[in-house]
């Protein structure tokens, strides 16, 4: 059962965005979600920027929609849910052609990172500047009520922990120093050019995947090191998120508590109503953590947390979409994505009281 003080905190905020929305009559129905991140997020970008084969562009992905669209899921992302609860049509990749921008572009793509130059991918600083570039499709009414979401750092902590298995505390928050600062200056183009509204879903418990996992030849436990990393990123980003919404005027956010949610389900799948969320429902390997293709996939993927080593399954991104639209604030604070979207831009924003030393840890109550 949630903590009564938690209770009351959401009954607090929930009241006065409500009292907020009932004086201000500008409120705004934003129709428009711009997308940044990863494979996570990716709704076929990454078709468009290599000469191999793509294999979210074939199945098994997409077998649970009748369709493989270069999303890396057995069906709908994250986004493609929060579009739907927003009421607008799935957002198309920017690197598509003859798409309908209208309702927005999603600049997500896999193998993204926030540091460094990977090959066939762009970085999330690429990601900002490729918005800029577009940016005049749309109205500076329409920038300014649109949600910008974001996942992205998860290559960066994973290439990290392979390359310095037994780094300093010092070496750890130097590196997550420099992934936050590159962060800060991508949110701020995007504030720059208009961007108000921002929801960022922390890092997964990295070294719970099964990738990483079955790779580490410890199929039992989750590695330490990149969840460890996914923490302190997490800790660290959040920090961020609330200096600028104090320093920037109009600055509004969300932040979702994605690691808890996912350890939760990894730990007692049974309570989401999954079979596991150990292995995934298709690869190969002990714990599917590989090389998925049609030939190894499962015929449940409902019954799985992860679909393949390292991405959702398409219920898991669904339970994830509900979180971040309707949670309280224990889950997403200060103000979860529905609440965001109406929130009026012309008024204080009502800032979190969460524990930063809390984020990330596991106990955290998860609807």
Same mark, same amino acid.
């Given at each position: 059962?949630?903590?009564?003080?938690?209770?009351?905190?959401?009954?607090?905020?929930?009241?006065?965005?409500?009292?907020?929305?009932?004086?201000?009559?500008?409120?705004?129905?934003?129709?428009?979600?711009?997308?940044?991140?990863?494979?996570?997020?990716?709704?076929?970008?990454?078709?468009?920027?290599?000469?191999?084969?793509?294999?979210?562009?074939?199945?098994?992905?997409?077998?649970?929609?009748?369709?493989?669209?270069?999303?890396?899921?057995?069906?709908?992302?994250?986004?493609?849910?929060?579009?739907?609860?927003?009421?607008?049509?799935?957002?198309?990749?920017?690197?598509?052609?003859?798409?309908?921008?209208?309702?927005?572009?999603?600049?997500?793509?896999?193998?993204?990172?926030?540091?460094?130059?990977?090959?066939?991918?762009?970085?999330?600083?690429?990601?900002?500047?490729?918005?800029?570039?577009?940016?005049?499709?749309?109205?500076?009414?329409?920038?300014?009520?649109?949600?910008?979401?974001?996942?992205?750092?998860?290559?960066?902590?994973?290439?990290?922990?392979?390359?310095?298995? +037994?780094?300093?505390?010092?070496?750890?928050?130097?590196?997550?120093?420099?992934?936050?600062?590159?962060?800060?200056?991508?949110?701020?183009?995007?504030?720059?050019?208009?961007?108000?509204?921002?929801?960022?879903?922390?890092?997964?418990?990295?070294?719970?995947?099964?990738?990483?996992?079955?790779?580490?030849?410890?199929?039992?436990?989750?590695?330490?090191?990149?969840?460890?990393?996914?923490?302190?990123?997490?800790? +660290?980003?959040?920090?961020?998120?609330?200096?600028?919404?104090?320093?920037?005027?109009?600055?509004?956010?969300?932040?979702?508590?994605?690691?808890?949610?996912?350890?939760?389900?990894?730990?007692?799948?049974?309570?989401?109503?999954?079979?596991?969320?150990?292995?995934?429902?298709?690869?190969?390997?002990?714990?599917?953590?590989?090389?998925?293709?049609?030939? +190894?996939?499962?015929?449940?993927?409902?019954?799985?947390?992860?679909?393949?080593?390292?991405?959702?399954?398409?219920?898991?991104?669904?339970?994830?979409?509900?979180?971040?639209?309707?949670?309280?604030?224990?889950?997403?604070?200060?103000?979860?994505?529905?609440?965001?979207?109406?929130?009026?831009?012309?008024?204080?924003?009502?800032?979190?009281?969460?524990?930063?030393?809390?984020?990330?840890?596991?106990?955290?109550?998860?609807?």
């Amino acid at each position: 059962m949630a903590d009564p003080n938690w209770r009351l905190f959401s009954l607090s905020c929930l009241l006065l965005t409500t009292l907020a929305l009932l004086h201000y009559p500008t409120a705004s129905l934003a129709q428009t979600l711009f997308v940044f991140g990863d494979s996570y997020y990716d709704a076929g970008n990454k078709q468009f920027l290599t000469g191999n084969s793509v294999y979210a562009n074939s199945p098994p992905y997409g077998i649970s929609i009748g369709e493989a669209t270069g999303r890396w899921s057995d069906g709908l992302t994250v986004p493609d849910h929060l579009a739907r609860f927003m009421g607008i049509p799935k957002i198309s990749p920017i690197l598509g052609s003859s798409v309908d921008f209208t309702h927005g572009a999603s600049f997500a793509i896999a193998d993204a990172s926030v540091l460094g130059s990977p090959l066939e991918t762009m970085t999330l600083s690429q990601q900002v500047m490729k918005f800029s570039q577009n940016k005049n499709k749309w109205t500076d009414k329409t920038l300014s009520e649109a949600i910008y979401l974001t996942y992205i750092g998860s290559d960066d902590y994973l290439n990290f922990a392979k390359d310095n298995p +037994n780094p300093s505390d010092d070496q750890k928050q130097a590196f997550v120093d420099q992934v936050i600062t590159s962060m800060e200056a991508s949110i701020k183009v995007i504030y720059d050019a208009g961007g108000r509204k921002f929801a960022f879903q922390n890092l997964a418990p990295l070294g719970c995947l099964p990738v990483v996992k079955q790779e580490s030849g410890n199929e039992k436990d989750c590695m330490n090191l990149p969840s460890e990393m996914a923490a302190l990123h997490n800790k +660290n980003l959040l920090k961020l998120i609330e200096r600028l919404a104090q320093d920037l005027e109009s600055f509004q956010y969300s932040f979702y508590d994605f690691f808890s949610s996912i350890q939760n389900r990894v730990f007692e799948p049974d309570t989401y109503i999954f079979g596991t969320g150990t292995a995934a429902c298709c690869g190969t390997g002990p714990l599917k953590g590989t090389g998925c293709a049609a030939k +190894n996939v499962c015929v449940n993927p409902n019954e799985y947390v992860f679909f393949d080593g390292k991405h959702l399954t398409q219920d898991a991104n669904l339970q994830v979409a509900h979180l971040m639209w309707n949670a309280d604030p224990q889950v997403i604070e200060p103000n979860n994505l529905r609440e965001l979207l109406l929130f009026p831009l012309d008024i204080p924003f009502i800032f979190s009281v969460k524990r930063l030393d809390q984020v990330g840890k596991a106990g955290s109550f998860v609807m």
